[in-house]
């Protein structure tokens, strides 16, 4: 299930185990407070937690025999453990004659960020997959603009999209510049400028503008968000370094015949953010961006090399990007 259908999928009950898997950790956290609000009673002495690193081998079976502690004075007991990746092998030999006959008094939340081997336990018996990937960006803006409207403050919808977007459409930084927000303002209407003022931008988010106002030749624009950067410790290095991976990714996006879905899942992408990659590439031109590849890669090369300094290479590539002819 989504993390969103979790809220409603505990009122009718606790399930034997629950694995919140995915990138954000905003929904991994929440999602286990949803539980332990729902279930866990007298946590000092009902519920216990592990780190999955110290669960390898025998020292598994440490949690299978604190899953099968009875309650105290209460229903459930629930255990908790973190970053756990059993191999094949492991779970056969400790969690499979468990899970195929969990006690009915516990509940197990294992919380991943996910990307690490090991057996596939979302496929395994008893397990409840919750899945805690980043939200689509259309549904962190509109959390954005219900969130503030419940706090009592206006908030329009491009103004709560332009949040979500310098956050990058990660849960844990949007809650946070949510709650700083609404701790500012109080009450009223929160306009789109002091959003712009107050929200920090995701160094990724501010790579992103740089690329858009050099589609739209915007040497402007470029040099204050450059300069924001500088600010925030970015060196030329960096910044040539940003680019050079913006424009690869956009060229690799340009240059598959996947459709936008087919390329999101062979890369590990939102199909969301496929189609914003395609559109970028479209605005510079397929032989512009390979041209920018080329000459950002050489640039960087020179530099390790000690042909060229830092400032002399992100001069040339800035010259090029604005100066040169299409």
Known sequence: MKYTELKNSVQSGAQSVYLLEGEDAYFRLNGEEIIKNAFLQMPEL????????????????ELVSAIKIYP????????KVTD?????????????????????????????????????????????????????????ARWVYITFKRAGIACSAAASENLAA???YNMSRVAVEVQKLIDYKGSGEL????????????????????TNAVARRDFTKYCAISADLRSKGFDEISIMNG??????????????????????????MKEYSVKKNREQAEAIGANNLKNYVNLFYKCIADVKNGILTPP???????????????
Request: overall charge negative; proline content about 3%.
């Open 84 to 140: 756990f990746y059993p191999t094949e092998q492991e779970y056969e030999t400790y969690l499979k004659p468990l899970f195929e006959d969990f006690p009915p008094t516990s509940v197990l939340i294992i919380s991943n960020s996910g990307g690490k081997r090991g057996v596939d336990l979302k496929r395994k018996k008893a397990v409840t997959y919750v899945d805690c990937g980043k939200a689509e960006p259309e549904s962190v």
């Open 191 to 210: 306009s789109a400028e002091e959003i712009d003022d107050l929200v920090y931008k995701d160094a990724d988010y501010r790579i992103y503008e740089m």
């Open 72 to 79: 105290f004075m209460a229903e459930k007991r629930i255990i």
């Open 243 to 268: 680019l050079f991976s913006y424009f690869r990714n956009l060229l690799s996006a340009a240059s598959s015949t996947l459709s936008d879905s087919a390329y999101a899942k062979e890369n590990g």
């Open 166 to 168: 310098y956050c990058l």
């Open 46 to 61: 009902n519920y216990a937690a592990f780190e999955g690193e110290d669960l390898k081998g025998s020292a598994i079976a």
């Open 312 to 326: 002399s290479a992100l001069q040339i590539c800035q010259n090029t990007l604005f100066f040169s002819g299409k």
